[in-house]
């Protein structure tokens, strides 16, 4: 299993998310920082899935996530993949 986390800052609230790629498939959660217990999107928006594409492309360009991850991502959004830059 492979964990990605980040956060936003939404006005004067900090909301963090946290994605888990196991078996195959994502599992999204999101929190605010105030609170302790993590909530499951189901099903997560675009917005979401967009989020997650644009942490794990600027993982994959430091060298830190894999290409097929970011593949997986597009094909959810339905965007045309050609393979990593090269």
Avoid at 1 to 10: C, D, I, P, V
Avoid at 20 to 44: I, M, S
Avoid at 61 to 78: E, I, S
């Amino acid at each position: 299993m492979t964990k990605h986390q980040w956060r936003e800052q939404e006005g004067e609230e900090i909301r963090y998310w946290r994605a888990n790629y196991h078996a195959g498939r994502f599992e999204l959660y999101t929190r605010v920082k105030e609170e302790d217990n993590w909530e499951r999107l189901n099903p997560p928006s675009k917005e979401d899935w967009e989020a997650l594409r644009d942490v794990l492309w600027r993982k994959y360009q430091r060298k830190r996530c894999a290409w097929n991850l970011v593949a997986k991502v597009d094909k959810m959004l339905g965007k045309a993949n050609e393979g990593p830059p090269q």
